[in-house]
């Protein structure tokens, strides 16, 4: 059977049929990749955004910790001691620095003896 010989209503039909199914497997992959993507940006949130995030929280946490030491180092009388130290500890800022260095350990994907 020649090309010549087909109807063109036929050479239309067939002509849609490719052009459908071009659209069915190009919809189909493209699907796939999003899959990829999503998972890839999954990936990057729950490792190295976390981790870096943590680190960096808790190396803010630290400089704050030690501007209160030096408050604490300078302040002149017992009731002004007490006043900072006790503004470190009623923020609850202890119990956060300890919840982001579990975060580090949880998230980290390498070996545990590198953190």
Known sequence: MKLREINTNQKVFVGAAIIVLLVVFSGVYSLRQLNNISQLTIQLYDHPLTVSNALL?????????????KDVAVAETDEMRSNISGKWTRAGSVE???GRICTIFRRFNGCSKCI
């Open 57 to 69: 929280n808790i190396q803010s946490d630290i400089n704050a910790m030690h501007r209160s030491m």
């Open 96 to 98: 956060k620095l300890f």
